[in-house]
């Protein structure tokens, strides 16, 4: 499958003629066949807006998991919380995409729990909307094993949709399985599929052209940011300059 939303499209709509319900962590029983899209939001939120709306126009929902504690985005900002906002009015939810390595030592699943849900609540303050299901950001062997039950929050790592439901994923521009052809042969019930809009662009880049793209796009976002608060930036420093 390619990286494109061209390739993506063709995956929903096969997922639909597969006869797959769109579903999410919280209402997926009443379906005997259904698949949940998982999107973790890793490093930018404007691509994870495309691909919100390209779900919007197939009708399609998904679950949109943002980092609190990053260095490539700030939730908290104006732009930052109108994107997440904007991903919301497509009909998508928000979720919690939860680093544990930014605590330093490894937590213990009680402390864990805490720090969840008091990342949740403060995603959950920032868009005025409850935020009650995390994804883990580069999970430990630990994390995936242990099952964590975070009260009144779903954890999409939890054995119900990581061992219960058939998990596909494309982390680090990689699908470790056909997932067209898993898609295809109707052999699971239950699909859990994780993608990552930063990987998916119009035409099919590279894992190295995506990420020098990103690169040189940085150069004109911060360029922005200070014309926003610098006074005749363009007299210093141009942006065709860049």
């Known amino acids: 499958m390619e990286f494109t939303y061209a390739s993506y499209r063709a995956l929903l709509a096969l997922l639909r003629e597969r006869g797959y319900s769109f579903r999410d962590y919280h ?3 009443d379906v005997s066949r259904c698949v949940i899209l998982r999107h973790d ?19 399609v929902g998904a679950t949109y998991f943002a980092l609190l504690r990053t260095d490539f985005y700030n939730p908290a900002s104006q732009r930052g919380a109108a994107a997440l906002r904007r991903i919301q009015s497509l009909g ?3 979720g919690l995409h939860f680093d544990e390595k930014a605590y330093g030592p490894e937590l213990s699943p009680e402390e864990l729990a805490q720090a969840v ?4 609540g403060m995603l959950s303050a920032l868009l ?3 935020v009650s299901a995390v994804s883990m950001h580069r999970p430990s062997k630990a994390a995936l094993e242990a099952d964590y039950h975070i009260p ?21 521009r990689r699908w470790r399985e056909p997932v067209l052809d898993i898609v295809r042969s109707g052999a699971y019930d239950r699909l859990h599929i994780l993608t990552h809009a930063f990987w998916y662009h119009e035409a099919e880049r590279s894992l190295g052209e995506t990420v020098r793209g990103f690169t040189s796009s940085a150069n004109r976002e911060r360029w922005k940011q200070l014309e926003e608060n610098f006074t005749d930036l363009g007299s210093i420093l141009r942006e065709e300059d860049l």
């Open 152 to 172: 009144g929050v779903v954890n999409s790592y939890g054995k119900t949709f990581f061992r219960e439901f058939k998990y596909l994923s494309d982390s680090r």
């Open 41 to 59: 939001v890793d490093f930018s939120l404007e691509r994870a807006v495309r691909l919100a709306e390209l779900e919007a126009e197939m009708g």
């Open 117 to 120: 849900r008091k990342e949740c």
């Open 27 to 29: 209402h997926y029983g």
């Open 128 to 130: 005025g909307t409850p």
């Open 92 to 94: 998508h939810e928000i």
